[in-house]
């Protein structure tokens, strides 16, 4: 058994997960909780991209839905990477 496994999954909805991954949400989620269920350790990577600091309908930031995403599903670690690297010109 691997020690842990590490899924690529860049937001908690379809919309914008697909929109930088290709048409992958639906298959990752299901392998991440495949992998679950056999007892793997499992941890996902997503990367901060415009989308995730957006906020939805409620107010609340993408990026708090991707950690409760996670949550919800049983994965307990997140791993951010920037998309694109930013620096304050002011």
Known sequence: M????TFSLDGPTKEINDSI??????KCVQNIKKAKELGYNIDIT???????IK????G???LDR????????????INFHNLFKTRNTS
Request: aromatic share 8%; charged share 40%.
């Open 2 to 5: 691997l020690d842990e496994i």
């Open 21 to 26: 991954r290709g048409k992958s949400f639906d």
């Open 46 to 52: 997503s990367c901060i991209s415009k989308e995730l």
């Open 55 to 58: 906020r939805d309908e409620n």
């Open 60 to 62: 609340n930031l993408y």
């Open 66 to 77: 991707m950690i409760k995403f996670a949550e919800d599903i049983g994965i307990d670690k």
